[in-house]
Nanobody, 121 residues
Framework: QVQLQESGPGLVKPSQTLSLTCTVS??????????WTWIRQPPGKGLEWVGY???????YYRPTLKSRTSIDWDTSKNQFNLRLNSVTPEDTAVYYC?????????????WGTGTNVTVSS
């Protein structure tokens, strides 16, 4: 059974970098066939795909966030990470890590519980 748990700061200042970690249990991030995904939900809005890292190690990002986003994994800790640079208040959201998502309808096989991130000075 795959379990996911997000961690990271709840408050980030504008122009700084948002860094979140998803700790995975039940399967290896690097050797399994799962695609490890970050999703967010801004206040009052729907779910928004941020990006994912595939089994191959290739990464795919939301086009509007691509220039500011990176996702990687740490096999020694069985984690995958999100970095979002130059944040603005519009990046305020609940951030979820997930696996094996269908972007078209935002359904995923496994979800973390979510972590609230506020961008504010």
């Amino acid at each position: 059974q795959v379990q996911l748990q997000e961690s990271g700061p709840g408050l980030v200042k504008p122009s700084q970098t948002l860094s979140l970690t998803c700790t995975v249990s039940g399967v290896s991030v690097a050797t399994s066939s799962h695609a490890w995904t970050w999703i967010r939900q801004p206040p009052g809005k729907g779910l928004e795909w941020v990006g994912y890292i595939a089994k191959s190690g290739n990464t795919y990002y939301r086009p509007t966030l691509k220039s500011r986003t990176s996702i990687d994994w740490d096999t020694s800790k069985n984690q995958f990470n999100l970095r979002l640079n130059s944040v603005t208040p519009e990046d305020t959201a609940v951030y979820y890590c997930a696996s094996d998502c269908t972007i078209a309808n935002m359904t995923c096989e496994n979800w973390g519980t979510g972590t609230n991130v506020t961008v504010s000075s």
